[in-house]
Structures are given as C-alpha cells and as structure tokens.
C-alpha cells in the first residue's frame, strides 16, 4: 500500500467533501499519522472510512468524524480541554497540536496505555491519559474551554456541563441508532447552554454512560 497516497485520498475524496474546509485541520492530518495509532491487525484500514473496532465494544471514529469534530471545536493555543474516550489517542494527539493541555480520559486500560504509548512516540507532551469513565469528566482539573467526547452517548450528563468555562464548548454524538446527531453545546452563562445541531451520523457507544436521558436540551 502507498501510504501516502492513502493518505492524500482519505483527507481529498472522505474529509474534504465532508465539509472539513479548515486548512489548519486538512494540514495537521497530513502530519499526525493515523496509522501509527490503529492496531497493527486493522493498518491496512488505517484510511478506510469506517469505524475500527477496538475491543469487543469499542471502535475508532472514522476519519471524516473525527476531523470534522475537531474543526468544529475550533481549538486555540491557550485552551484547556477535556476529551472522554481517548481509544488510541488519536485525537488526542491532533488536539494537542491545536490546544495549550489536553486531558484524555479512557475507561479500558488496555486502551488507555495504548494511547500513553502512542502519544508518547508521536512526541506528543502535553496530553494526559487517565484511566477512568468519562461521565462524571474530571472535576479536579474544570474548568475546560472544551470538552469532546470520543463516542455516543444517549445524553449529556449535566455534569459535564458543568464543567465548561462560559463560552466554553462541548461536543458529542448524541441519541440512538439509526438516528445519532453531532451537537455542540456552548455554555452562554452560568446557568445558560445552547445546542446546535452540525450533523448526522452513528458512533460507538462510550462506556459508564447512562442510557436514560440524563439532560435534556
């Protein structure tokens, strides 16, 4: 496989035409190399445009969701974010390029040390990984400019909530199969939150997430 060539495709014929326009993102995909964080049993599917499985439960983003994710935080150099589900620390690592700090927390511990590895020979050095569930986030290190959750979950915990700075962002894959939507979630106030809607897909459950709405928006 020509890895590179690969690589141009998924970022010009999947990610592009997913309305991932920012050049920031579009460049920091040709640098951080996704192969370097899928198992060795799935590289060849490093560029596919699928979810990877993970575990018996857990699966990769695919490329287009994890890249429009991340255009839509619009991450800048001094923010502080909070990312639930880091998997293999993919998008750990291309939230560090853009972030002051990243702490990343990942319930599987097989996982989670994957992703300290990875992040570790990628050079990434300022990112953290916490083994733990993200439903109750990371209250010692709030408040977060951003907070991304790697995943699905049926609803946002107001807790979570909670722990943004006003003017704060979070976004997550909200709802159930067939209908999941991607929403970002901005906290106006202290007391305020406002949701926007940016696209429809389907995503992987994240673990320790209650199943009845927690939130309702």
Do not use: C, Y
Request: proline share 4%; glycine share 6%; charged share 25%.
């Amino acid at each position: 496989m020509n890895v590179e060539q690969a690589r141009f495709n998924m970022i010009e014929q999947q990610i592009r035409p997913w309305d991932v326009l920012d050049t920031r993102v579009l460049d920091l995909l040709r640098v951080v190399r996704r192969e370097d964080f899928v198992p060795e049993v799935h590289k060849a599917q490093a560029f596919v445009d699928v979810e990877l499985p993970l575990t018996a439960t857990r699966r990769m983003l695919a490329p287009k969701v994890e890249a429009r994710l991340l255009q839509e935080l619009k991450l800048q150099g001094q923010d502080k974010v909070l990312e639930i589900g880091a998997a293999t620390g993919h998008l750990t690592a291309l939230m560090s390029r853009f972030a002051q700090r990243v702490v990343a927390v990942e319930a599987d511990e097989t996982l989670a040390t994957q992703a300290r590895a990875n992040l570790k020979r990628a050079g990434v050095l300022n990112a953290t990984v916490l083994t733990q569930t993200g439903a109750e986030g990371v209250a010692a290190e709030a408040p977060f400019d951003a907070i991304l959750l790697a995943g699905s979950v049926a609803s946002v915990p107001q807790g979570l909530l909670q722990q943004l700075k006003v003017g704060g962002r979070l976004a997550a894959i909200v709802g159930g199969e067939p209908v999941m939507r991607a929403v970002m979630i901005t906290r106006v106030s202290e007391g305020d939150f406002r949701t926007v809607e940016m696209f429809d897909t389907v995503a992987g459950r994240l673990p320790g997430f209650a199943e009845a709405p927690a939130f309702s928006f």
